[in-house]
């Protein structure tokens, strides 16, 4: 079986196959590995050193992730409800939800500083509120979160409509309450695609740059910083921020999807 095994592997449909595969991989590290070799341990040093570098990162991870929890609270119960049931304009509700993958972030940013202005309805709402939606956090939360919802969804709804809705039928029998039924078992038995979900907004709205730009230029996120400093210094300069940021990204990526699996492996063994 093995020998067997092992022909199959090397047959010529095989080997043109993964040389075709082999391209992909080189084509996404490539560019990745030439920017970091380039890049001196001297120059991240002096780099991380500076304060606005470091607070710009940090503004930038703890924003996304902010945008990821507050819109999951609306996320997660739409997508359970088109795992779940069917009902009319269903194909129009995810037609609307794949829109920000479709249209080009420039003009996203265009159409949320149109309902964020100042002059607009939500930013005289803001007003009364004391803050303005542009040039604030929640300005850039909501921009990250429009371009990058659709991950989230896309994830939550194949982790629902995976869960068996016999057992939620039974659990609701039994008299649990629909809400308890959501919490106790639909979250949990979905909660390895919700977690992709959550790590995949996240990243995405951590790297939005585009529908960024429109609303906050200042409070810098650090897309917004590479392209400042290489329109100003040129590539030398923006590099070492580019490499210690996807440096970071990477490592907390890592982290998140490790402990996801410690704790989706913890509720498979209860």
């Known amino acids: 079986m093995g020998s067997r095994r092992a022909r199959e592997l090397l047959s010529p449909f095989h080997l043109v196959m993964a040389f075709l595969g082999g391209l992909v991989l080189l084509f ?20 991380l050193s500076e304060p606005a570098v470091r607070e710009s990162i940090l503004f930038t991870i703890v924003t996304a992730m902010g945008s990821v929890l507050l819109f999951a609270l609306f996320a997660l119960p739409l997508a359970w409800l088109i795992a779940r049931r069917d009902f009319r304009g269903k194909a129009l509700v995810t037609a609307i939800i794949d829109l920000p993958i479709v249209i080009p972030h420039s003009a996203a940013g265009i159409a949320l500083l149109t309902i964020l202005a100042r002059d607009s309805f939500m930013g005289k709402a803001a007003d009364a509120a004391g803050f303005h939606f542009v040039g604030h956090r929640a300005g850039i939360m909501m921009a990250m979160a429009f371009v990058s919802l659709p991950h989230l969804m896309h994830s939550a709804i194949l982790g629902f409509a995976s869960v068996p809705e016999r057992l939620e039928k039974a659990a609701l029998n039994l008299g649990a309450s629909p809400l308890r039924v959501f919490l106790t078992i639909s ?19 951590m790297s939005e740059f585009g529908a960024v730009i429109f609303i906050a230029y200042h409070p810098m996120v650090t897309p917004v910083m590479i392209f400042e400093r290489f329109g100003a210094y040129g590539l030398r300069y923006a590099r070492p921020v580019a490499v210690l ?7 907390f990526f890592i982290v998140i999807r490790i402990l996801g699996g410690r704790r989706v492996t913890d509720v498979d063994h209860r």
């Open 28 to 47: 996404i590290l490539a560019p990745l590995g030439t920017m970091f070799l380039r890049t001196g341990t001297g120059e991240l040093a002096k780099t």
């Open 187 to 205: 979250l949990p038995l979905a909660w390895r695609h919700i977690l992709t979900g959550f790590v995949m907004m996240w990243a995405r709205g």
């Open 245 to 251: 940021f996807v440096s970071i990204a990477l490592v």
